[in-house]
């Protein structure tokens, strides 16, 4: 009897733990947990690699810098030394672009850092206390977008200015492209705008979230939950495309003739016009958020300060970043 009665504690506790990690996993794939991805487990070795940089101009300096939790901002010249830079924050930052001579970063909170060069940075007024999820620059104008529907705008990065989006969805993604402002968000929204002023709701035949927005090759990708990918040429007409898988996908980018998204439990899927894709292998479990493309090589950013970087976008190297935060994107700019 007291064999039996062991059995059977071993077995509920088991089919506990089981549970437990079902339920996390679905959360992954639920609308709403834009920033709250479990950790996940890592079975790589970090590795320090030693890779050749592209050729550049002699007058110019690549930069990379990723954003992250706890104020997190670290840079790079070549996506493999990692610097840790001073944000004076604690705030979790989910964005970075450049545009105007500036580095704009965006996080909870409405949290707004500004920074010529990528190693000083300074707290701005964003005049929202909403979390902000993405920035873009375009048409001369700096485009944040985040929760409730928030949409501000600046000029210079440090004087913003709320703009009404025309939804009340969370909005994660936004690019420029085509003289178009794109932004995305939760339950499928899509919204555009030619100015960053007046938005204009369009259709995207889903009810999943999008993380992500991105211009390249004359076409509009947005990213999303289950594997969700919506495509346009002019941002009012979305068509669907099967992406060859149901993860949630969080970061994308395109460079040197590659489209690549970035998802849950380290999924990457790779496409050579955004059309058909193919799935991809790093040794990771860990959600992987951002992906950025300069100097001849693939960053990818995610979870528990994970980084990876690829000159092909198919053999990848696992690099240390020097910090344990999650990392949620990361831009590249050829500074002058």
């Known amino acids: 009897m007291k064999k039996i009665l062991h059995f059977l504690i071993i077995s509920f506790f ?9 339920i996390n996993t679905l959360k ?65 930052l989910r964005a970075v672009t450049y545009g105007n001579d ?24 964003s005049g929202t206390k909403k979390h902000l999820g993405n920035v873009t620059y375009g048409n001369d104008t700096f485009v944040a977008v985040g929760n409730s529907g928030t949409v501000i705008t600046s000029e210079d990065g440090t004087k913003w200015t709320k ?23 939760n339950k499928g929204t899509i919204i555009t705008s030619s100015d ?30 289950k594997g969700v990918i919506r495509s346009s040429s002019d941002g009012k007409k979305w068509s669907k495309i099967k992406s060859g898988t149901r993860m949630g996908l969080l970061g994308a980018t395109h460079g040197d003739g590659t489209f690549i998204a970035v998802g849950n439990a ?40 994970t980084i990876f970087t690829s000159p092909d976008s198919t053999t990848w190297t696992r690099i240390k970043s020097g910090t344990s935060r999650h990392l949620r994107r990361v831009y590249f700019k050829l500074m002058e």
């Open 266 to 305: 380290g999924k990457i899927i790779t496409s050579s016009d955004g059309e058909k894709w193919g799935k991809n292998k790093v040794r990771t479990k860990k959600h992987l958020r951002g992906v950025a493309y300069g100097d001849g090589k693939f960053v990818m950013v995610g979870n528990g300060g």
């Open 163 to 185: 703009r009404k989006s025309r939804t009340k969805s969370s909005l994660y993604g936004v690019t420029y492209g085509d003289d178009t402002f794109v932004a995305v968000g």
């Open 28 to 92: 992954d794939e639920l609308g709403s947990k834009y920033d709250e991805l479990s950790s996940g487990s890592d079975e790589t070795v970090d590795t320090d690699a030693s890779e050749a940089p592209a050729p550049i101009d002699e007058d110019s300096r690549p930069l990379f810098v990723s954003v992250g939790g706890k104020g997190t901002i670290i840079t790079s010249s070549n996506g493999t030394k990692w610097t840790r830079r001073t944000s004076r924050t604690k705030a979790k």
């Open 14 to 22: 088991s089919f506990t733990i089981v549970s437990c990690a079902q």
């Open 196 to 225: 960053g002023t007046k938005w204009t709701k369009r259709k995207s035949s889903t009810s999943q979230e999008f993380n992500e927005v991105i211009y390249a090759d004359d076409t509009f990708l947005a990213f999303g939950f």
């Open 102 to 125: 500036t580095f704009v970063a965006v996080g909870f909170s409405g949290i707004i850092l500004t920074s010529e060069d990528g190693t000083i940075w300074t707290k701005s007024r």
